[in-house]
Every structure is written in structure tokens, then in C-alpha cells.
């Protein structure tokens, strides 16, 4: 087999930001969309990874940490913001999150 | 093959750092063994322990004085019939205690026994040990749901709070003694295991001493939250019988509760590896730097075949006293062949210790040094297993609102006082 | 010479069967982003997310990069899952599992993001000139020394990633501060 290049960690980590895409664009549960946006930030965080060490240095590895905490604190926020609509709607729908539609 | 196998023999580095896998694997079989050992030992030592701190007996029957007692409990939970509850997810069932046990036996890989008795020495090992043991409240989560019983659910979020919420306190703990392993002339400190024992060697003093009383305060922080992590009194509201009916691992019956249970001692074990390895100095003998001596040396590797001695000597006053009666001929014959057994290993220990007195690298010298090494860091962990029965024992329960009360307004703040300080204090001293 | 490269291979330990780690971590992520999409159930949708943080680690530590590979486990896999698992329990709607799984307008969103995913091959078959053949190895040993000199900088100089450092720690503290006033009852 050929070896691992470069490319095949990006390939790999296309795939997943792809899987992400279609996980945020397809389905209705919120939780299910939050968990597809984890799927983006790690392909993201893959990518910064594979190029840090193509180039040798480690501004992708820390970079890539930084995108780790910030997942960290959004996932925090929207949860909270899932619970807060919960409250209020008892529905975890996206469909059915439209109070402010016209 | 036999060469790949051979050339690990005289290194000083772990398999892991040698890149030799076959080496690696047996100490991987060894370690998981002696885990397996350690957890039945700890299972018949607690019930003996409590029933005397109680005045009862405990098991006393099953074989001398309850010896054999843990494997006729593992008998019986292998035998005992598997109830699934009839709404509960299957997958997800089966696959909690996996979660669990899997996290529980994978932070044994960087445990460092002694300077090369490690599976790997792993450069980020705490950070390692930290987060895989973090992965065990997934496991804990997933039981309670997977249960669809309330008991269990309620058990199992307030159960994964808790550990959730000691977690942070045992982190800066943990950075407060990575800290003071960056006191050298490089500057530079270390993740790895065995690196901070080195560097407790290397400064002289156990970390538990250093800066007094920040180093005891940050010992003492790790001790509270660790009994805490693994969910053992006087924290166990989330498990405990009278409270909430065994909590998150209420529907599970038989073996899948013997994996619970196997877990939460590995756990338990694993804990106090990190606390030895952190504070108390991992693998070395008492006084190394002061009483370096080779008479002493001497003196401290006889250490390990006394103990045996002496647990062979207790065992001789059990059969001793054992009642002369025709019912109790068994247990006397097993009892006098189990003192037999230890006075064997302490014979074994002795000859190894004396045939390796001389500072040479001779066979029987690397073998005492290694054995002392393992000796004195299992003696470690030992205290603290015996500590956590002891707390088991003597202290009432905490109240779940009283725990996470104590989780982040108390020891959060001390934790991170003593971080502050210590970074004060360490760069004011460089 | 950046500090950062290790000439010798692997740094002293020769890494072994990476391919077949590489496709055995890889194919894991994906299986499990498969999974996580088209889960009818959410906690499945969890336990399958939980396989690919953790492959994607195995793939970290596989780049040389064993700090991130850390923080990934004890940050994503034992912090945000367990976060999302306890809402998955607290907002458990027994209907939500029986209901309908996709929304509807489902075969744009797919067409959408087959585009995407055309477009980066493309990127990838017409860019490949770009990729240098060598595939360095970062020092492993001393990673971590590295990424805190990036970080709180060396030698009495900041680093380059010192302010943003302390804006990620801001970042955390407003997040604190609005997931605990969104969940309260009464403001």
C-alpha cells in the first residue's frame, strides 16, 4: 500500500466535515444538529493537525487546541439554549422552533 | 525472534519506549492478572475489614477465615441468571459496563511499577491517566439510562455529576505537583509517570513534603477527590443501598454487576497509583537520598521477603489457634498450606535479596532492585486501599446536595489557592 | 533549523503498521459520523460520536501529536459528550425517537453537500502539486514543552499565542456565565 500521506488525513477529514454538513442540513433533532457541528469542528481540528505536521511546525496543534475550547463553550451555550427553548415549548424539533416566523 | 525477545532483557527503558510489543503484551497479561488478583484480595479484605471494624467476624466459613470467599462470590455471579429489563435499550445495556471497565484497565498502561517496570512510559502519561479516566462517567451514564428505570437514571446523573465535579478539583491538584517537577536546573517539568518520580528522586524529597503544607495541602485535595471519583464513602449517596437502591447499576444482575464492581476496584487502584506516583514518591524506598549507604540499601530490599515473613507468621497463628475439632481438619490443612505458601515466597524473596547485595548488574541484583521497586509501590497503594475501607467504615454518608456543595465551593477554591501559591513559591525559589 | 522537526525517524521509536492504523482510525471516524447522522435514537447518536472523537485522537497521536490527542480526550470525549448525554436525558421526549428523522427538504441538503464534497476532491486532485513528498516528524518528546512555549511564551517574551490565550480563557467565562443564567428558572 502506498504510504499515509498528507492527503490521505485530509480525504479523511473531508469525509467527516461532509458527514457534519449533512448531519446540520438534514436532520430535526437539535441535539442530533449540535452533534453534527462537533463532527465540523473536529474535521477542522484534523486538517489543522495533518498541515501542522506537513509544515513542521505547531501553530496547527495549537490552533487546533484552541478550536477545542471554543467547541467546548459553544456546546455549553447552545445546549443551554436547547434547555432554556425546552422549557418553554417542550419540543426538540428545528421545524418547530419558529416563533419568530412571519 | 528469540533475539527480539532476548534484547529487551538487559534495558532499562519500558517495552514501550523500547518498541519490543512481545515484552509489552506479557506486561500487559501480568498487570492485567495481578488487577484481577488484587481486586479479589481487596473484595474478601474489605468484607473482613468492616466485619471487624463492626465486632463480627465476616466470612469465616468458606475457606480459613474466608479466604476462598471471593471466589465463591465470583462463582456464584458468573452462574447467577442474566435479567435484561424488558424495555431497556439492548446494545446500550451491554455495552455499559464494557465502557467502564475498558477505562478503568487502559489508565494501566503508563502506571510506572519502577523506572522500567511501566507498559509505556507514555510523555503526556497524567494527562493520559486523567482523561481516560474522565471516559468512566460515560460508562456510569449510559448504565443508568439504558436501565429505563427512574432509580437508576436518578442514580446514574447524580452519580456522573459528582465524578464530574471532583474531576476538576483532583486536574488542578494534579498541575499543582506537575508544577514542582519544573524545580530543576532545565526549568523544564514533565508529564510523563515516570519522569516525575525522577524528579522527586532527583530534588530529594517527596512531593507530598515539598513547600510545606503546600504539597500536603495538594496531596490532600487528590486524596479527598479521588475517593469522590470513584464513587466510594462517605460519597457513595449515588450507589448506596438504603438511599437509592444500588443506583445506576440496579438492573443489572450476575456477571454484568461483577464488571461493575470489577471497575469501580480497578478504579479505585488506579487513583491511588496516580496519588503514590504524584506525592509519595512512586517506587522508591524510604530515604533514598539520605540513607544511601549499600548497608542500607541491604537492609530495605530484605523488606519485601519479611512482609511475606510475617504474613506467613500470621497465618501459622491462625492455624495454631484454629479449633482442634474434626469439623475444622479442612480448613486447618488449608490454612497450615497457605502459610506454607507465603513462608515459600518470603524464602524465594530472602535468597534474592541476599544473592543480589552486591552493586553489580548481575541477574539476581536487577531482580532484587526490580522487585523492590514493585514492593514499595504496591505497599503504597496498599495504604490507601486499606484507607478507603477504613473510610468506608467509619464515616456516615454525604447528602448529594452537602457533596457538590463541597465539590465546587470548597475545594475548587482551595485547589486552585494552592496552585497559585505553589507557582509563587516555585518561582521566587528559582 | 525549526526546534520542532526531529531528523531521526519517529524520534527514537520507529512507528509501526501505521497503515493499517491509519485505515482501521479512519474508517472508525467515518463508520461513526455515518452513525451519528442517521441514528434514529440520540443517545446511539452520542456513543457513536464518542467512537470518532476517540479515532480521531488515535489519528492526532498518529500526526505527532500527543497533546492534542490528550486534550481531545479529556475536553471533548469526557467534558462535551457527558454535557450532551446529560440534556439527551433531561429533554428525552418518549415521541421524538417515533417521529420523523428528517426534515423536509432533505435531497437539497444532501445535493448541497455532495457539491462540497465534489469540490473538495477537486481541490485535492488539481492541488496535490502543493503537497511536499516528505512527511516530517515533529518531536514527540518534547511537544508539549513546545506548544507552552506557543502558549505562554519563552524567555520572558510572549508568545505568539499568548493573547489569544487569554481571550479563549475570557471566552470560557462568558460561556459559564450564559449557560448557567439561560437554564435558571427565574432570572
Known sequence: MAPITTLHYLVVAAALFVLGVIGVLTRRNVVIVLMSIELILNAVNLNLVAFSRMWGNLHGQVFAIFIIVDAAAEAAAGLGILIAFFRNKETINVDEIDLLKW | MPNFIMSYLGSTVTPGQAGNQFWALIYVLIIFAGVSVAVMAMNWLERKSLAHFQIRLGPMRV???????????????????????????????????????????????????????????????????????????????????????????????????QMVSYEVAMGLAVVSAILMTSLNEKGTGTLSMIGIVQAQQQQGIWFIFKFFPLGFLAFAIFAVAMVAETNRAPFDMAEAESELTAGYHTEYSGFRWSLFMLAEYAAMIAVSSIAVTLWLGGWMRPFPNLLHAPAWDFIFSLFPGLTFGGLAAIAVLGTVRMPSHSFFKIQRFGLAAFAALLGFIALLLLVI?????????????????????????????????????????????????????????????????????????????? | MNPAINTAVGGGMAPVATTFFFYLLGGLAIAGGLAVITRRNAVHSALSLIVTLLSVAGLYLMLYAPFVAGVQIIVYAGGIMVLFLFVIMLVNVETSSKERQFNRIWPIGLVAACTLLALFMSAFTKGKALFPDRMVTLAEGSNTQQIANMLYGEAGRMGPYTFAFEIASLLLLVAILGAVIMTKKKI
Open chain 2, 63 to 161: 475457606g480459613p477465615h474466608g479466604l476462598l470467599q471471593p471466589f465463591a462470590d465470583a462463582l456464584k455471579l458468573m452462574l447467577k441468571e442474566d435479567i435484561i429489563p424488558a424495555e431497556a435499550d439492548q446494545f446500550v445495556f451491554w455495552i455499559a459496563p464494557l465502557i467502564g471497565l475498558l477505562a478503568s484497565f487502559t489508565v494501566y498502561t503508563v502506571i510506572p511499577f519502577g523506572p522500567s517496570e511501566a507498559v509505556s512510559d507514555m510523555n503526556i502519561g497524567i494527562l493520559f491517566m486523567l482523561g481516560i479516566s474522565s471516559l468512566a462517567v460515560l460508562g456510569i451514564v449510559v448504565a443508568g439510562w439504558a436501565s429505563n428505570s427512574h432509580y437508576p437514571l436518578i442514580g446514574a446523573l447524580r452519580s456522573s455529576a
Open chain 2, 353 to 430: 535479596a541476599l544473592a543480589g547485595r552486591s552493586a553489580d548488574a548481575s541477574l539476581a541484583a536487577r531482580f532484587s532492585e526490580g522487585i523492590g521497586h514493585v514492593y514499595w509501590f504496591m505497599l503504597k497503594v496498599a495504604v490507601f486501599m486499606y484507607l478507603f475501607i477504613w473510610y468506608r467504615a467509619t464515616w456516615p454518608r454525604y447528602r448529594f446536595d452537602q457533596l457538590m456543595r463541597i465539590g465546587w465551593k470548597v475545594m475548587l477554591p482551595i485547589s486552585l489557592g494552592v496552585l497559585m501559591l505553589t507557582a509563587i513559591v516555585g518561582v521566587i525559589i528559582s
